[in-house]
């Protein structure tokens, strides 16, 4: 025995608040915003540590990266291009401080300008590397040493 057409009745429209699952290649919401932070994680451990040359400023990707890379492939990426270029900055700064303490201080008419040069592109490059990742967008930060694969 078959049933009429006009007695099934269709299934239920998903609810509005469930967000349409994401295309082929596409990271979700949730990589998204994640990777984001990663980014910006080193801006607010230089705003913690008063510069972009410390400790501070790799600490927050590297609490990202090895706590969501095994679950989140985007965020895995964009952690550790954050860390290896945040890596990059400490050491950039390690050796102006070495330049300018070798040469008994003479050197920071030479390191501070350069110093704040690499600070202020880090910044444009960091905040650049946080709108592209909030977009879905593996960023690669021009001149990191790729230490962390």
Not at 1 to 30: I, K, L, N, Q, R
Not at 39 to 50: D, F, I, N
Not at 66 to 80: E, G, H, I
Request: charged share 15%; with cysteine; net charge negative.
């Amino acid at each position: 025995m078959s049933v009429p057409p006009e007695s099934v009745t269709p299934p239920p429209p998903p609810p509005d608040d469930v967000p349409p699952p994401p295309a082929d290649g596409m990271p979700s919401h949730e990589e998204r915003q994640w990777a984001l932070f990663a980014h910006l994680s080193a801006l607010l451990g230089c705003l913690v540590t008063g510069h972009f040359f410390g400790v501070g400023c790799f600490l927050g990707p590297l609490i990202i990266w090895l706590v969501k890379k095994d679950s989140m492939p985007f965020v895995d990426d964009q952690a550790k291009e954050a860390l290896n270029f945040n890596i990059t900055l400490a050491i950039i700064g390690l050796v102006l401080v070495v330049v300018t303490v070798l040469t008994l201080g003479i050197g920071i008419f030479v390191t501070a300008p350069i110093g704040i040069i690499v600070g202020i592109a880090a910044l444009v490059f960091i905040i650049i590397a946080a709108i592209k990742a909030n977009e879905g967008e593996r960023y690669r930060y021009p001149f990191a040493l790729r230490l962390i694969k």
